[in-house]
């Protein structure tokens, strides 16, 4: 950690003059992720205030009771005060799904579906996952880290504080593992929150197509326990789709994993519905895209703690028509979270507001419900909603400040961020130059 961070983390911060600062403090005694009408449930404070010390929250309240606190009272001149003004204040976004070890853009595949071509056509013909390998095999872990450490900065400038970040793009034991030293490098020069994820079983790669078998094998006898030997991720992923892993080689990834003492996610029903039965007894943390499930999967999922993951910047960057069925989960019981799935083939945006936008309008989740599932259910699919995802006294200082007056103008204005100051473990980093100078 650098002085300077060290030196911002242990001055205390106070916000005061939030016109509305969401909290999403727990509404029950009820353990475990946000459902069905829970998950609308801001706990909304008008003219806000909260206190940060030590990358800690320390106290949430109103503004006239902040300033008559004893305590602040004393230690005025050494507390660091923000006038919020009126703006709105949300826990930090948890964005819970992305992939950003990669080195470039893939424009060929963007103008290809431009002109009409399936998913399936570009991977067939060499685009799509395996495209990226190649240069990220060669490309050195300091080139790679300097990538994912730009990218994370400009996620905290949308208001993002805690980012999941996948390895994928490599598919070899040493690339893999290089990948995932790279977002650790990238993690210790941003003072927000990484949780990092294995995803060695995204495609199989040319050469170990038609044997597909030996390939999960390196997957589960190599790459897992050297990741989890060196505590690289605390999580494995695999792509359960067509055209990548079966729902069998799922369930070998998954053993692996747990017997190493890492969790499990996975990517499943993007492409096609897999049945999500087998996969229960490995408590996975979430599955991501869900665009394809059975009505006896989400019955099974509302009993359980598994996230459903929606990244409907996926379906907007591929053209699709159909996005998934947030309506159908939500009312299930099924714990819903939303993500950007940032990566470069199918939804290259870093912007949290971005998808909570799309899922207001296409999935047709109210403002108040994307909020929530960018935040404290994004806690819940990374497994560290003990200390993220609320605005509560204990948790972690992650807070974004919008310059907006409602909160539904977060995913109103889109395409645009409105964020102008983010506090990542009690440091903060403006985003509008013209806001909190001191900062700047
Ligand atoms: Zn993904």
């Known amino acids: 950690m650098t002085t300077n961070r060290k030196r911002q983390q242990g001055q205390p911060l106070l916000l005061i003059n939030i016109g509305q600062l969401l909290t999403l403090r727990s509404i029950s005694r009820k353990a475990g992720p946000r459902r069905g ?56 976004f948890v964005d819970s799904h992305t992939h950003p070890v990669f080195v470039s853009p893939r424009l060929v595949d963007f103008e290809k579906r431009i002109k009409g071509a399936s998913y399936e056509e570009i991977a067939a013909a060499g ?11 060669q490309a050195a872990k300091s080139d790679l880290a300097a990538k994912v450490l730009a990218v994370l900065q400009d996620m905290a400038g949308h208001g ?46 040319k050469e170990f197509q038609g044997c597909s078998q030996n390939y999960v094998e390196i997957v589960c006898s190599e790459m897992i326990p050297r990741a989890a030997r060196r505590n690289l991720a605390q999580f494995v992923d695999v792509f359960c789709d067509k055209g990548a892993f079966s729902a069998q080689e799922t369930v070998q990834v ?41 009505d006896d999967d989400i019955h099974q999922l509302a009993q359980h703690d598994t996230v459903a993951t929606l990244v409907p910047g996926a379906n907007y960057f591929l053209g699709l028509k159909e996005y998934p069925d947030a309506r159908r989960l939500i009312e299930a019981g099924v714990p819903v979270a939303l993500a950007t799935d940032y990566n470069p083939g199918t939804s290259p945006t870093i912007s949290v507001p971005m998808a909570m936008s799309l899922a207001c309008t296409h999935m047709k ?26 605005i509560e006294a204990g948790k972690d200082a992650d807070l974004a400040v919008f310059d907006v007056q409602d909160y539904r103008e977060i995913p109103y204005w889109f395409g645009a961020s409105r964020c102008a100051l983010t506090i990542l ?3 903060a980093t403006s985003c509008d130059r013209t806001f909190l100078r001191e900062f700047a």
Not at 127 to 137: C, P, Q, T
Not at 366 to 390: C, F, Q, Y
Request: a positive charge; one cysteine or more.
């Open 365 to 390: 989740m109210s403002p108040a419900e994307a909020v929530a599932a960018a935040t404290i259910n994004g806690a819940w699919a990374l497994r560290v909603a003990d200390r993220k995802g609320s």
């Open 37 to 92: 009408a829970d998950l609308k449930e801001l706990g909304t404070i008008k003219d806000g205030a909260v206190l940060t010390l030590a990358g800690k929250v320390i106290s949430v309240g109103s503004t006239k009771d902040a300033l008559r606190d004893p305590w602040i009272r004393k230690h005025r001149k050494k507390v660091v005060e923000v006038d919020c003004n009126g703006k709105v204040v949300v826990p930090g």
């Open 160 to 205: 993002s504080t805690t980012i999941e970040a996948k390895s994928g793009y490599g598919l070899t034991p040493e690339s893999e593992l290089k990948s995932l030293e790279a977002i650790r490098e990238a993690a210790g020069s941003w003072p927000g929150t990484v949780v990092s994820t294995l995803l060695g079983a995204h495609v199989v790669p």
């Open 127 to 137: 685009g799509g996952i395996r495209s990226s390998l190649e240069a990220v095999r």
């Open 254 to 294: 998954f053993a692996a994993a747990t017997k190493q003492g890492l969790s499990v996610r996975a990517h499943v029903g993007q492409l096609s519905q897999t049945a999500l039965a087998p996969f229960l007894r490995f408590e996975p943390a979430s599955f991501d895209h869900m665009d394809h499930v059975s």
């Open 425 to 427: 473990n009690g440091v």
